[in-house]
């Protein structure tokens, strides 16, 4: 099993709708959780990171679910600027981060 | 806070010609620093890291070395590039609690 797993997608949604994406993982020791965004040909940029209680920020909001070794990323009310590739990454020790392969998502108008 | 600066953007070369791409750091100190390689349809894969000067950990087996010969620089070396070493190559550092700042990578095409 791989260390992070992700359903690399596409998601096509409409504007407006929402999102909702998972990403599990296999070390139980794992710590601290990050969401990326990556845009075609640039480098990932973090989006979110997430904690044992997660967090919102505007229309994003990011949970861990420690019993069963995942984490969300909720997108609400989407726009099409939102459409990009969404990296989970796991950061274990000499605080190196795992990735997972990433979902795609296109906001289609 | 951090910046990591990388370059070439993009690079074309030819099999077995050598590589060397460089990333260095502002703003901050002593960072670890870490190479990864994203090939075509794949995931972001850790290649190297570095907790100092001098001091380098290979993650995968591979045709290429990395060298830390400052604080604040890290570069990726290859004597002889091979067609799989095409990829998006990017240079990250540790941003305090937020993950990573990555550099803006570099787009190698080995032909």
């Known amino acids: 099993r791989k260390e992070v797993e992700q359903d690399p997608g596409p998601f096509n949604v409409p504007e407006g709708a929402t999102v909702a994406f998972n990403c599990t993982y296999s070390?139980?020791?794992?710590?601290?959780f990050f969401w990326y965004r990556q845009d075609c040909r640039k480098e990932p940029k973090l989006l979110m990171s997430?904690?044992?209680s997660g967090n919102e920020d505007g229309r994003f909001t990011a949970q861990l679910n420690r019993a069963s070794q995942y984490i969300s990323l909720l997108i609400r009310d989407s726009k099409l600027s939102d459409s990009a590739t969404y990296l989970c990454?796991?950061?274990?020790?000499?605080?190196?981060?795992?990735f997972g392969i990433g979902t795609k998502l296109q906001v289609i108008p | 806070s951090q910046t990591i600066h990388q370059w070439p953007a993009t690079l074309v070369q030819p099999v077995g010609s050598p590589l060397s791409l460089e990333c260095t750091v502002e703003?901050?100190?002593?960072?670890?620093l870490y190479w990864y390689r994203q090939a075509a349809g794949r995931g972001l894969q850790l290649l190297f890291y570095?907790?100092?000067?001098?001091?380098i950990s290979s993650e995968v087996p591979q045709n290429l070395s990395a060298s830390r010969p400052q604080d604040r620089q890290f570069i990726l070396s290859s004597k002889k590039l091979l067609l799989s070493d095409s990829g998006f190559y990017l240079c990250?550092?540790?941003?305090?609690?937020?993950?990573?700042?990555f550099g803006s990578g570099t787009r190698l095409t080995v032909v």
């Open positions: 990454g796991r950061r274990g020790g000499y605080q190196k981060v795992t």
């Open positions: 703003g901050t100190s002593n960072p670890n």
């Open positions: 990250a550092g540790p941003q305090g609690d937020y993950g990573y700042t």
């Open positions: 070390n139980s020791a794992s710590q601290s």
């Open positions: 997430v904690y044992s």
């Open positions: 570095s907790v100092g000067i001098g001091q």
